[in-house]
């Protein structure tokens, strides 16, 4: 069975500054996607990034970038020139991938509480 | 487009009592999953819809139950309701086709359900 880990429960970063938020996992699987997930306080879980496995460049969204680590099953997130409006739950996802079926079951990690100082 | 909706948005029963909560996917999305939200389980997956049959199920007890109908709304259901079912309950759905390679779930706001 395939499990994600966060091990950090809390995070702080002063605004403007860079945080990087870790992640890892455990598969058997080749193919397979991982997701970074926003849930600010009582709002609704939004996508930030997501990664194929298959693709050894690392994915970006604007102040958004991974280290994607496919040996070490690593797959951190940074947040470049940190914003209040990052102060949020972060979770990070697998899901595995479209051979032989596909599915669109979220494994979560328990989250990353990240604070935004001003 | 109208994002994932969810309703009720709050909910309060007591033991015993059965629930339905109804999710309403983006138009032209044809897969829903529904996860469990709470403080000390976190996220976890309950069951997964595609064109009206169930495609994957979580680790839960009969007791939860859901359907999804030609439209592509999906209900699910929690009989006999236990202290330990007090949650957030998220609805997200995708794009998922056959023969089209899985796409990005969106996320409803969530059911808060609270049981006495």
């Known amino acids: 069975a395939q499990t994600v880990t966060q091990s950090q429960p809390e995070m702080s970063v002063q605004e403007a500054e860079t945080v990087t938020l870790s992640c890892t996992y455990d598969t058997s699987e080749s193919d397979y996607y991982l997701f970074w997930y926003k849930q600010p306080p009582s709002r609704q879980m939004i996508l930030v990034i997501r990664q194929e496995a298959y693709k050894q460049q690392n994915a970006t969204e604007n102040r958004f970038s991974v280290n994607f680590q496919k040996a070490a099953k690593s797959f951190s997130l940074k947040i470049s020139d940190s914003q209040l409006g990052d102060a949020a739950m972060y979770f990070c996802a697998y899901r595995s991938g479209d051979y032989g079926g596909a599915t669109n079951k979220l494994i979560f990690g328990t989250g990353t509480l990240l604070a935004v100082q001003p | 487009k109208a994002g994932v909706t969810q309703t009720p948005r709050y909910l309060i029963k007591t033991r015993g009592q059965q629930v339905t909560l109804s999710c309403s996917p983006i138009s032209g999305h044809r897969s829903v999953s529904w996860y469990q939200q709470t403080p000390g389980q976190g996220l976890q997956f309950l069951f997964e819809y595609f064109s009206e049959t169930q495609r994957n199920k979580g680790n839960f007890p009969g007791r939860f139950s859901g359907r999804q109908f030609s439209n592509s709304r999906s209900e699910m259901n929690v009989s006999t309701l236990e202290l330990g079912d007090s949650a957030l309950y998220l609805c997200?759905?995708?794009?998922?086709?056959?023969?089209?390679?899985?796409?990005?779930?969106?996320f409803g706001p969530g059911t808060r359900l609270t049981v006495l």
């Open positions: 997200a759905s995708s794009a998922l086709g056959a023969g089209v390679l899985t796409d990005t779930q969106y």
